[in-house]
């Protein structure tokens, strides 16, 4: 069983639209949870931790549902600058453990 | 801002020679963290490191790794002897304290193995 599973996409969408985002985890033993963007061929970039009670920065919404194991974000009015590889991103304790990736799923906003 | 950062951008090398891909972690962080992609796949965990020994390392990181911290500032991979196979993207990353676990990745080194 995968460890962080997201759809891959592509999701292609037009400016302005809203777009959610799922990922799932299998270890309910994890205890931090975060969102990072890649664009093509540079570094995964922290676009938000994810908390229990839910949190929001600017555009962009993420949940947590840790008794289905489930990790959501959506971002609203998308920007062409939204577009990116969302990686959804687990890890086993709070502090300096490693982080366990997803795949990513893949976001083109067009104009 | 501060931020990690690793040379060189690019390595080609042959396979059965020795490479070190080096890293400048944000200056007040104390986790440092090795990670690595291959083309199309996702982002793996190679080794962890504090307090100038290895915390946790990852089956990939076999015997033909090693990791350094030779300075206050820099931090190092080194791969024994390259194969075919450790072509990827190499990212550094580092992180603060042991509180959130927030990482902050360098722009990664592009490894060819040829």
């Known amino acids: 069983r995968k460890e ?24 309910s033993a994890s205890q931090s949870f975060f969102w990072y963007r890649q664009d093509c061929r540079k570094e995964p970039k922290l676009l938000m931790s994810v908390y229990s009670s839910g949190n929001e920065d600017g555009r962009f919404t993420a949940q947590l549902n840790r008794a289905s194991q489930y990790i959501s974000l959506l971002i609203r009015d998308s920007k062409l600058s939204d577009s990116a590889t969302y990686l959804c991103v687990v890890s ?11 795949k990513g799923t893949r976001l083109s906003v067009i104009a | 801002e501060p931020e990690v950062t690793q040379t060189p951008s690019h390595q080609v090398t042959q396979m059965g020679q020795e490479v070190i891909l080096r890293c400048v972690p944000i200056s007040n962080h104390l986790y440092f963290y090795w990670y690595r ?6 982002v793996e965990f190679l ?4 307090n100038n020994e290895i915390s946790e390392k990852s089956e990939i990181f076999d015997d033909q790794f090693s990791v350094e911290r030779p300075d206050g500032s820099n931090f190092t991979l080194k791969i024994r002897s390259t194969k075919l196979e450790d072509s990827a993207m190499y990212f550094c990353a580092s992180s ?19």
């Open chain 1, 4 to 27: 962080v599973e997201q759809d891959p996409g592509p999701f292609n969408v037009p400016e302005g639209a809203t777009v959610a985002f799922n990922c799932t985890y299998s270890n």
């Open chain 1, 92 to 102: 086993l304790y709070s502090g300096n453990t490693p982080l366990v990736f997803g």
């Open chain 2, 37 to 42: 992609q291959i083309l199309g796949q996702k």
């Open chain 2, 47 to 50: 080794v962890s490191f504090y």
């Open chain 2, 96 to 114: 603060v304290d042991s509180g959130n676990n927030e990482q902050f990745f360098g722009p990664g080194t592009r490894l060819t193995v040829l």
